[in-house]
């Protein structure tokens, strides 16, 4: 029995290992093309109301666009009729800085997430890392897991909290928006295309 959860735990471990690697790999590709592309509207300053919009959306896009909507029926508050709306926080960092930023969000079935994200030049909101890569703690986008205690407790009570309303089920139109989005973006379509492995939810692409 016990060798039996031992075996489990390696397998489960050198399969994130494979992931974290792969992940540090296009982590760094993303930020050199990031730089080489010179995409970025502005490199500094104080975060407006239209940034804050821009990053819900494409959170918001990625949720609906990966079909991840339903998992977010265990998280968040139920809020409108039939409980078919779940509301969770969105803690903003204040500012820019060179042009990049992070915002705190529960990402379910991931779990909760620290992700930078940048503003390109047509305000499009682009978040940084992949769901499929397990959001490791060596790259710039990471599971809050990987954070102190009083740390995290410091970011969520000094930066600024917004409300974000998840439909659990969008319609066909809202999700073909979301879809396009994410094509300019670049960003991978179906991401909850994963397996559960009891209480743990294993990315697609991680074996």
Known sequence: MVRGKIAVAGAMLLAL???????????KAQSRALSEAGTLVRTTGPLSPRDISAVLLAIKDEIYAGGCAPAFADIGKSVGQGEKVHRINVY??????????????????????????????????????HPDWGFPPTEPS???????????????????RVLLDIQLLPSAERIR???????????DLHVCRGRWQGNIFIPRNSG
């Open 17 to 27: 290992s494979g992931v974290w690697s792969q992940a540090s790999q296009q982590g």
């Open 92 to 129: 903003f960092e204040p500012s820019l800085k060179q042009g990049l930023s992070s915002v705190i969000y529960k990402f379910w079935p991931f779990g909760e997430v620290k992700r930078m994200y940048w503003i390109d030049k047509a305000g499009l909101a682009h978040l940084a890392g």
């Open 142 to 160: 990471y599971l809050t897991i990987y954070m102190g205690d009083r740390e995290l407790i410091h970011v969520k009570s000094t930066w600024e």
């Open 177 to 187: 928006e979301a879809e396009q989005r994410q094509a300019k973006r670049g960003g």
